[in-house]
């Protein structure tokens, strides 16, 4: 039997799920959901209802875990080598609270300003009226309003010059070997890849998310182009 996650194609959270899997080599299947029928299933399995939820399908071992944070926990308790915990348990604790800063505000920052993208500058990547409807719809739930998209598009600055500081110096968010935070940070920022003001100015950041995917096996975000 082989691990299954349930998924959204497009999420973020899911990415960082499927680069842990990846940098594991642990074989999976994915199920994709769809968005609003999702909580029917997800509710009676995990009590909540956001993606991913990985059912790893082992006899003692949980039915369904969810939260991306959970989900790797899980993983590196179930197949240690190769590790993306650090050895010092300092430098784990500040690899684990990037990681959380990555997935509460900076994931929830990109998710703002990438729908507000679609659905404005960006609305040429897809204008038909079923994605824009679902674009309006994501809009709405999250209450995306231009004062929210503002606060979002600051709190990534902030990334920027966090991230900027600690991947332009090394491969490495933290320590001296890949973390939970690279894998955080590779998956959440993923989505402005697309955005060609991000491409252009932080192009660092791009070329380290590049190197993240291949080293996980993971197709590369929209927006972004496998190399030759
Ligand atoms: N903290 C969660 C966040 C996951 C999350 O926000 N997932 C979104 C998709 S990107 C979701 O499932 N949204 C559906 C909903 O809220 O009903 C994690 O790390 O897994």
Redesign the pocket.
Known sequence: MCMRLLQ?ST???CRKARLALGYKQISYTVENLT?GA??LKLKPLTGL????VLLPELEGEPMAIA???AILRFLERYQPDPTFFLPDPHLQTEAQLLEDWL?ESIGTAT?FVYYDFRRGEGKQIDPSLSSQLVIQVVRWQYAMTPAAVELARQRLTLAFEVLGDRWKASPYLVGKQLSVADLAAAALLSPLALIPQYRQHQAWLFERIGEIHQLCGETLPPGMKEKG
């Open positions: 959204f999420s973020h959270y968005p999702h909580v209802k956001t993606v991913p939260d991306s944070t997935d998710r």
